[in-house]
C-alpha cells in the first residue's frame, strides 16, 4: 500500500527512499557538528512546511502530526503569523524589555491574564522556553511564600535546567551525570488507573493519600512547601489525562495548606485540548501557570501568569535579556488571534472526532492497551499484549518508523506510548489520513 493510497489526496506519493540522498549526508554532516544529546527517532531532515503538512530536502512531503512537539499551534507558517513576524521584524527586532518599555509587550499580557482561568487579577513575566517558565515559577514560588520545598509527579517533565529537571521525574536519562539537584524536592504518584488496576477515583484518592500520609507524614511538613506542580494532562509521561476528581483535590489540598498550586501548561496549554487551558476541563483555578511551546506558533517564548497578588518581587529579582522579544511576541499575539477565532473549537471537534474512530482499538489490536487524550492531545499505549499489559516500548518505536515511511510524523511519549499531537489547523480528511496509516501499520505488526 503507498502512501497516495493511504492518505488520498492529502499527501503526494515518497518521492525517494527514505532517507533520500540529501538527507542521508546531511545527518552524517550532524553527527560530526552537533551535540549527540538530541534524540532523533527517524531521520526527517526538514526543509519546508506549511499547515499540517512538512517537506524534505529530497522533496517527501509528510503530513505532520507531531507539530514540532507540540508548538506549531497554528501550522507550519501560518500566513497571518508569517506576516506578523515580518512586519515586527521591519519596525524592531529586539530592545529587551528587562530594562525598556514597548506596548506589545504590555498587549500580550493584558491578553494572557484575559484568558487565564478564574476571574483574578494576572501578571506574567516573559521568558524563552518551558523550562525558563518553571524557574521562574518556583523563584516567585520562594520569594512570594518564604519556603523551599516543592511536590511534583513521578512521570512528569518540566525542563531540563537544573532547577526545572529537580521537578522532572520522566526519564533516568535525562538526571544521570549531573549530579545533586535542587534539594528539597519530593515526588507522588500521578494517578494511572491503566496501570493500577484501580477505579479513576481510587487512582487519584491513592495519590493525594500518598501526599498526606507519606510525603506529609514522614518527609516533609507541608508549612515548609512553597508550590505543588503539576501537568494537568501529563506529557511525557504517556499523555496520561487524570481522573477529574484528581485536580479539584489538589486545589483544595493546597489551598488548605498554603501551598501554591502551578500548572504545567507547556504541553497541554494553548487550545491543545479544545479549550484555552487542560485544568479549564477541571474547573480549576491555580495560582500560577506556566506556558510556552504553542504560545507562539514556533518561535521561541514562555510566559508565567500568575495572581497579581503574588508577582510583587522587587525589581532585578527576576529578568531575561531576550524573553518577550518584539518578534515572537507578535507572533504570539497572531497565534492568539488565530486561536480565539476557531482554531481551538477546531482542536475540540477534531480530537473528538479522531478519539470516536479510535476507540475500539483496544478491542481490535492485542498491542494497543488504551487511547486517552483531549483535544489534539491523543495517547495510544502500546503493550506487548493486552492481558499482561506489559510495555512495549521497541514495538512503539517501530510504528513510528513504519508510520514516517508511510508519510506520517509521529512521536512517543513516555516509555511505550505513541503521541499524536498535530497543529490545531488540521482538517477531518488529514485526521482520517493519519488515523488509516497507524490503522495500518497496527494490523501489519498484528
Not at 106 to 114: D, I, P
Not at 325 to 331: E, G, K, S, T, Y
Not at 410 to 436: F, K, Y
Request: charged content about 20%; proline content about 6%; aromatic content about 6%.
Amino acid at each position: 500500500m503507498t502512501a497516495t493510497e493511504l492518505v488520498r489526496r492529502d499527501l503526494p506519493e515518497l518521492i525517494t527512499e527514505l532517507p533520500g540522498p540529501r538527507a542521508k549526508a546531511i545527518v552524517q554532516r550532524d553527527t560530526q557538528a552537533l551535540s549527540p544529546s538530541y534524540t532523533r527517532p527517524y531521520p526527517l531532515v526538514a526543509e519546508t512546511g506549511r499547515g499540517a503538512t512538512v517537506t524534505d530536502v529530497d522533496g517527501n512531503r509528510f503530513l505532520d502530526f507531531s507539530a514540532g512537539i507540540a508548538v506549531t499551534a497554528t501550522g507550519h507558517c501560518h500566513p497571518k503569523v508569517v506576516r506578523a513576524i515580518q512586519d515586527q521584524a521591519g519596525r524592531l527586532i529586539h530592545m529587551s524589555g528587562t530594562d525598556f518599555y514597548y506596548e506589545s509587550m504590555v498587549q500580550l499580557a493584558e491578553k494572557l491574564g484575559r484568558i487565564a482561568p478564574g476571574d483574578v487579577p494576572r501578571r506574567v513575566y516573559f521568558g524563552n522556553s518551558g523550562t525558563e517558565a518553571t524557574e521562574a515559577s518556583m523563584k516567585l514560588a520562594r520569594y512570594t511564600t518564604g519556603r523551599d520545598k516543592f511536590i511534583a509527579f513521578l512521570g512528569s517533565f518540566h525542563g531540563r535546567t537544573m532547577g526545572s529537571l529537580s521537578l522532572t521525574a520522566s526519564r533516568s536519562v535525562q538526571r544521570k551525570g549531573f549530579g545533586t539537584l535542587l534539594a528539597g524536592v519530593f515526588h507522588a504518584p500521578y494517578p494511572n488507573p491503566y496501570r493500577t488496576g484501580q477505579t479513576p477515583e481510587e487512582a487519584a484518592a491513592a495519590s493525594l493519600r500518598f501526599i498526606e500520609d507519606t510525603l506529609f507524614r514522614h518527609l516533609v511538613s507541608p508549612d515548609e512547601v512553597a508550590g505543588l506542580i503539576v501537568e494537568p494532562v501529563q506529557g511525557e509521561g504517556g499523555y496520561l489525562v487524570p481522573p477529574p476528581t484528581f485536580l479539584p483535590a489538589l486545589r483544595e489540598l493546597t489551598a488548605r495548606h498554603g501551598i501554591l498550586l502551578i500548572v504545567d501548561e507547556v504541553q497541554s496549554g494553548m487550545g491543545r485540548t479544545g479549550r484555552w487551558w487542560a485544568c479549564e476541563h477541571f474547573d480549576v483555578v491555580p495560582d500560577i501557570i506556566n506556558s510556552a511551546k504553542g504560545i507562539a506558533s514556533g518561535l521561541p517564548l514562555s510566559a508565567t501568569i500568575a495572581r497579581a497578588d503574588l508577582m510583587t518581587w522587587k525589581p532585578g529579582a527576576h529578568a531575561s535579556t531576550f524573553g518577550g522579544n518584539p518578534v515572537a511576541i507578535a507572533a504570539s499575539l497572531a497565534t492568539i488571534d488565530l486561536l480565539e477565532h476557531g482554531l481551538i473549537d477546531n482542536a475540540r471537534q477534531i480530537g473528538t472526532y479522531m478519539l470516536d474512530r479510535m476507540s475500539s482499538w483496544p478491542e481490535r489490536f492485542r498491542h494497543v492497551g488504551q487511547v486517552r487524550g483531549l483535544g489534539l492531545m491523543i495517547g495510544i499505549e502500546i503493550v506487548q499484549d493486552q492481558s499482561t499489559r506489559e510495555r512495549a516500548p521497541e514495538l512503539r518505536d517501530r510504528l513510528e518508523t513504519m508510520a514516517f515511511h508511510r508519510g506520517l510524523l509521529v512521536l512517543g511519549a513516555g516509555p511505550n506510548t505513541l503521541r499524536l499531537s498535530p497543529p490545531l489547523v488540521i482538517t477531518q480528511d488529514q485526521a482520517d489520513a493519519a488515523v488509516d496509516i497507524v490503522e495500518y501499520c497496527l494490523e501489519h505488526v498484528e
